[in-house]
């Protein structure tokens, strides 16, 4: 009899009872299931195996992107905890970081392509006697970094390069084809032993003493993969103490960790710089008697708060970017300093008022208590007082206590000789303001200023003041107006109705596509920006006629700076710091 086997899953017949009514046959039993599973993946097979191809590459594929990822530490764990300063640079960074990178340098065309910019490293080391393609791109490994000390009085800086090796036999041989060179034949070489590692010292030989007073000791290693240059044979004991676990390590520091610890871990690039080391190593320093006796240098007042700050670079698909980070302890700090760092505030608002069609400008929403925490850190000098009263700033009549914190200036770069621009201040006092204002074109005209004339624009007085001795009055004729809370000082009335038009018919620079570009990459809600259209500004300094204050720059042949879109730095701040970030968008 035949039975057909359907092989679809819950389909299978079920197997035949014993006729005799006994237990059932075990193997006649199996033989069904047995066989349609023979049948299932008889059938399936041309889907499973391929399948099962794709789970393994991507297994090793994923397993491949987790190596490119992990960071490599070779050159952290020997750089000793007692530098100041530290700065790496990830030369095998994550596929993305690597990614972007290379799509930024290629839109340059010095840097268009790999061998383009290996030929820029050839140039640069062209006097060493060694070349970047021949002798150090063959066993360069996944990092370079560069550590420093603050040194005591006038002694040398004890400075160290790191070069992480991936053939250390190449690697020794770059460095004793750079000690055969011009520059290495003017020292005596010999080897010493230190923790096992074979250390080459080098000091100036007698014969070039006299006569090259810049030539200092040095000496280098090859410690656990990594090539080590340092200023001193002392410094290079310290970094194989630190490999070996003899001593303290940077990365081991409390310091170091909170600091790092506020910027992104995917990075190309990072500096470090250890301000409680260094502040201490500055006062050292600035209270010997002789120093206080000259400068009467009593403290560092809110320096004294700095305990670190960090810059980590990364590259974007349209750009490059730099986040830095710098942490104060609070309760060294002054109280109006203090209070300036809590409320920042946001630069928002006053960026409204900026026209699209400025190049650049600068903005910050804490003018008032930045302005305070200076006067305090000036101290009850007398002369700083008369000065700052002088020009109205402070004083009975004084604007300080009427100014909001709002403060921006903009500037536009044309075809004529002086670039326009304006300042403006937030205030809760017009008639305070126009005063201000007043008085500083006053003081500007030395006492000369010519009648000041009235106007109106779209409903705003606009006060113009001409100033004696500038010829070209078309291009800066000073004007200024008071509206909305806001105190307008202009170079001309155009740029004063520019503004106006901005402010009222919500057409700010904000709306500008390269600043919105710029503004999506920086720090959200930033309490300060600074920007640059440098695709605008250069443009306007190639097209620029002869006799510009600025044609005489000579950017027409300088092609590199043609894939520059904009620049953008924001930052924020609190009691236990500030943040930054710096962001070149790129064409």
Do not use: C
Request: charged fraction near 15%; glycine fraction near 8%; hydrophobic fraction near 45%.
């Amino acid at each position: 009899m035949n039975h057909e086997i359907d092989a679809t899953p819950g389909q299978f017949p079920e197997p035949p009872s014993n006729p005799e009514g006994g237990a059932p046959d075990p193997v006649n039993a199996t033989l069904p299931s047995a066989l349609s599973t023979r049948s299932w993946f008889a059938r399936y097979r041309r889907l499973l195996i391929p399948a099962a191809g794709l789970v393994v590459v991507g297994a090793a594929a994923a397993a491949a992107l987790v190596l490119v990822l992990t960071p490599r530490t070779s050159v952290e764990k020997m750089v000793p905890a007692s530098v100041d300063v530290y700065a790496v640079a990830n030369l095998d960074p994550s596929v993305s970081q690597k990614m972007n990178l290379l799509r930024a340098v290629h839109r340059f065309p010095d840097t268009s392509t790999d061998q383009k910019l290996a030929q820029q490293l050839d140039t640069a080391l062209k006097d060493s006697g060694i070349t970047f393609t021949g002798d150090i791109q063959p066993w360069l490994g996944a990092q370079v970094a560069l550590a420093a000390r603050i040194p005591q009085g006038n002694a040398e800086v004890p400075v160290a390069l790191f070069v992480v090796s991936r053939d250390d036999a190449k690697a020794m041989a770059a460095l004793t084809k750079l000690r055969a060179g011009s520059q290495g034949q003017k020292y005596r070489w010999h080897d010493t032993a230190y923790g096992g590692i074979t250390i080459t010292v080098g000091s100036p030989t007698t014969s070039t003493t006299p006569t090259s007073g810049a030539l200092k000791a040095g000496a280098y290693a090859i410690v656990d993969h990594v090539v080590v240059i340092a200023s001193s044979e002392a410094l290079v004991h310290e970094i194989i103490d630190a490999d070996q676990g003899r001593s303290a390590r940077l990365t081991d520091s409390a310091d170091y960790k909170a600091t790092l610890s506020k910027l992104p871990a995917d990075r190309l690039a990072l500096a470090y710089v250890n301000g409680q080391s260094m502040i201490s190593r500055l006062k050292t320093q600035l209270t010997t008697p002789l120093a206080a006796s000259l400068a009467g240098i009593k403290g560092l007042g809110d320096a004294e708060a700095f305990q670190g700050a960090a810059l980590a670079l990364s590259a974007r698909q349209d750009g490059i970017v730099a986040d830095a980070t710098v942490r104060l302890n609070a309760g060294k700090l002054s109280a109006s300093t203090r209070d300036a760092l809590a409320h920042a505030g946001h630069a928002d608002s006053v960026i409204g008022w900026i026209p699209s069609s400025s190049d650049g400008f600068f903005a910050f929403a804490s003018l008032n208590r930045t302005i305070q925490s200076a006067l305090d850190q000036a101290g009850p000098d007398p002369s700083v007082r008369q000065a700052t009263d002088s020009v109205g700033l402070t004083g009975p009549q004084g604007i300080l206590q009427h100014l909001t914190g709002d403060f921006a200036v903009e500037a536009e770069l044309d075809r004529s000789v002086f670039p326009s621009g304006a300042v403006m201040l937030g205030t809760d006092d017009a008639t305070r303001m126009r005063s201000f204002f007043n008085g500083i074109l006053g003081l500007a005209a030395e006492g000369q200023a010519g009648r000041p004339t009235n106007t109106t624009y779209r409903g705003v007085s606009i006060t113009t003041m001409a100033i004696p001795g500038i010829a070209t009055q078309d291009h800066f004729l000073p004007a200024f107006a008071v509206l909305d809370g806001m105190g307008v000082l202009a170079s001309t009335p155009t740029e004063l109705k520019a503004i106006i038009d901005a402010h009222k018919d919500h057409t700010a620079i904000g709306k500008d596509a390269t600043y919105g570009a710029a503004a999506k990459a920086s720090i959200s809600n930033p309490a300060s920006v600074f920007y640059l259209d440098l695709a605008k500004i250069v443009k306007a300094i190639e097209t620029a006629p002869a006799g510009s204050v600025v044609q005489g720059l000579h950017l027409k042949t300088t092609g590199n700076l043609t894939p520059l879109r904009a620049f953008i730095l924001t930052s924020d701040s609190s009691p236990d710091g500030m943040v930054e970030r710096f962001v070149v968008i790129l064409q």
